[in-house]
């Protein structure tokens, strides 16, 4: 059984680097890949109707985090402190800039919640190089320090190249002038995901020796087995309706 | 202050501000959706435009109910890692499924929802809107589990130092949960009724060409704050039973009882004004100019008992963090200091108070704008002149 949840943490951990990674990526490379702020609109329209499916993983993971690993959740929050509040604002200020940037009609709105997008999406990149070099240290140093600034260069560069290919694939010619296939897209989510599921591997036996009590994971399992075909059905649907068979200037964006 | 009451006061604000936009929410949620129902079933122009305009303020509240909320999930681990190292293995079940199987096809589902305009068949995108609304009720009663189990840990015993789950079922019959969770969803009604009430109220006062459109949303938001309020106030009653059962001197606390002051005080008053004032004339309600300032000026009192509603709760419960197992002082992180709890306490603080004011603001403007100049689900190719064609309609 705690085997199973380790499982699931992995897989939410590993899944949010492979999806939001491409959100992270595009935000980041927002002002180089859209000089004029029609480009950025197409931009943030091709990612848009993913976001809200992609950035939830990360939510999920801290919820099975707190189920079925309690004392681990506890410990390594507090112990990235500094990261995990800068990973928040980060987080919430690219959200922001997304959900706001269409809401009043001025340039100088667009433009400015646009640059909130990529501030905040390069603060999530760098806070999460951080945490990943302060959890492979075993969270024993400072969480910010040299080697977590070069981490977080690593982990913003494999989103940066995730979300050029994601627009490549999605609106093919048109945004970065390249055209990539379903296979390059799985590439770069793997690349993006890399991060994340070395330390994982690494730290396998610690998680399992800290897994929450049978009783507690028996519980989990019974009450989410049943909503997991719906879970994985809900991902699937998002991406047959928003992938690049349909034209992506035709959703109607409200981002 | 001390680094306890600053953590405290950290959670005691990002959870106020997370409350204002979820009751919302969860309030607007199915009124939304039986909004789209009537549009998917009728096929009628007016009942779409209700779709986008309501769902637009719906979408736009949306946002800041997760900003606050990602807050809140981290906050537990931040300032309070000493609920989860002794009590996790029962506090985090709850919160655990609350995340995967209901937020997580919330999330999911509303992307569908807001992108799936003009995309989706018609049922099937529908169908959304409803799962949006059943995952968002069924997180509401997993965070009210979890919350319940802070006030009277039923289901769990001490082994070893810390709490393990013994009987699931009396953790999900926890009585201070099942009188507390209607109680919550009728407050969370009212809230979006009086707001339905109160921006129709504003466009007729201003005569807009929309009379009938606001006429008939007038008349709804009054029948959701009716039911809501029922529900609300009756279920709140109900509670005294069980909170002198479970914890006898809630009300002494220095803000529980102040509290629980405003919201019998406004609470009661604003029930009945509407059960005898507002029901018995509301077909004629829509037309007196009178009436309408009175409309506009009562619209955030819910919001303002609600917020009571939850300080009497969380107050109420102190010292403790679970109530007589682990008091507010132990479950803070050891380690955590005042500097710590200040700066992201500023930066928490002052992102999320600041985009609270724009985001009622935006709101605010949707409202004046009217659904004429609602964008979601407009049915134009993406880029700036999307505005320009539906202000031309």
């Known amino acids: 059984m705690d085997i199973l949840w380790l499982g699931v943490l992995a897989l939410l951990l590993i899944g949010y680097f492979a999806l939001e990674g491409f959100d992270i990526g595009l935000g980041m490379l927002l002002p ?42 506890g410990r390594a929050l507090f112990g990235l402190y500094p990261v995990v509040v800068a990973l ?29 997008v990529c501030a905040g999406s390069y603060g999530l990149a760098l806070s999460w190089g951080m945490a990943l070099a302060a959890i492979a240290g075993g969270l024993s140093g400072p969480p910010v320090g040299l080697a ?66 049978a009783e507690t994971l028996g519980v989990l399992s019974l009450i989410i087995a049943p909503f997991t075909p719906l879970m994985v059905g809900a991902q699937v649907w998002t991406w047959r309706t928003f992938g690049p068979r349909r034209a992506a200037d035709r959703t109607p964006s409200f981002f | 202050m001390d680094v306890l009451d600053l953590a405290r006061t950290q959670f005691a604000v990002t959870g106020s501000l997370h409350f204002l936009f979820v009751a919302l929410t969860l ?126 840990p039923a289901g769990a015993v001490e082994r070893g130092g810390r709490l393990v ?46 009379r009938e459109f606001f006429t008939s949303s007038l008349r709804a938001g009054v029948l959701a704050a009716f039911a809501g309020s029922l529900i609300a106030v009756g279920f709140g009653y109900a509670q005294f039973g069980v909170v002198s059962a479970f914890q006898p001197d809630k009300f002494k606390q220095p803000l529980a009882g102040p509290g629980l002051g405003i919201m019998i005080g406004i ?70 200091t005042s500097g710590m709890v200040t700066l992201s306490f500023v930066g928490f603080a002052g992102v999320l108070g600041l985009l609270a004011v724009v985001d009622y603001l935006l709101i605010a403007r949707t409202v004046r704008r009217g659904p004429a100049a609602a964008t979601l689900g407009v049915d134009e190719p993406a880029g700036p002149t999307t505005r320009a064609h539906a202000l031309s309609h």
């Open chain 2, 267 to 336: 609470g009661q008053p604003l029930q009945f004004l509407i059960m005898f004032v507002l029901m018995p004339v509301l077909y004629w309600l829509p037309r007196w100019r009178w009436a309408q300032p009175v409309l506009m000026i009562v619209t955030p009192l819910p919001f303002l008992t609600a917020i009571a509603g939850w300080l009497v709760r969380e107050n109420g419960r102190q010292p403790w963090l679970i109530n007589g197992k682990l008091t507010v002082a132990d479950a803070m992180s050891p380690g955590l």
């Open chain 2, 165 to 210: 789950l013994t009987d699931l079922g009396a953790l999900l019959t926890n009585p201070t949960m099942t009188m507390a969770l209607p109680h919550v969803i009728g407050a969370s009604l009212w809230v979006a009724g009086f707001t339905v009430m109160g921006a129709s109220a504003y466009q007729l006062f201003r005569r807009t060409s929309e």
């Open chain 1, 148 to 213: 977590g600034l070069g981490c977080g260069i690593v982990v913003a560069a494999l989103f940066a190249f995730h979300g050029w290919t994601f627009a490549s694939w999605l609106l093919p010619g048109q945004v970065t002038g390249a055209s990539r296939g379903t296979g390059a897209l799985v590439v770069s989510a793997c690349a993006a995901a890399l991060p994340v599921a070395a330390p994982l591997a690494v730290l396998a036996p610690w998680l399992l020796g800290h897994a929450a009590p």
């Open chain 2, 27 to 152: 309030g607007l949620a199915p009124l939304v959706a039986i909004m789209h129902t009537r549009h998917a079933v009728t096929g009628r122009p007016d009942h779409e435009r209700a779709t986008r305009f309501w769902g637009q303020i719906y979408v736009t509240n949306y946002a800041l109910g997760i900003f606050t909320g990602l807050v809140m999930e981290f906050q537990f681990g931040l300032s309070w890692s000493g609920l989860s190292e002794y009590a996790g293995d029962v506090f985090g079940a709850p919160l655990a499924i609350e995340t995967l199987g209901a937020f997580f096809l919330e999330s999911t589902f509303l992307g569908l929802w807001i992108f799936g305009w003009h995309r989706l068949p018609r049922w099937l995108h529908l169908a959304c809107i409803w799962l949006v609304t059943l995952t968002a009720y069924a997180s509401a009663f997993w965070i009210m589990v979890a919350n319940a189990f802070l006030q009277n």
């Open chain 1, 32 to 73: 180089v890949l859209g000089r004029t702020q029609r480009d950025r609109d197409r931009i943030v329209s091709a990612m848009a109707p993913f976001v809200l499916a992609n950035e939830v993983w990360l939510v999920a993971v801290a919820g099975v985090l707190f189920g079925a690993f309690p004392e681990i959740e």
């Open chain 1, 88 to 116: 928040l604002v980060s987080w919430i200020l690219r959200d922001a800039g997304l959900w706001f940037r269409r809401r009043l009609d001025g340039a100088a709105w667009r433009a400015a919640w646009d640059w909130a």
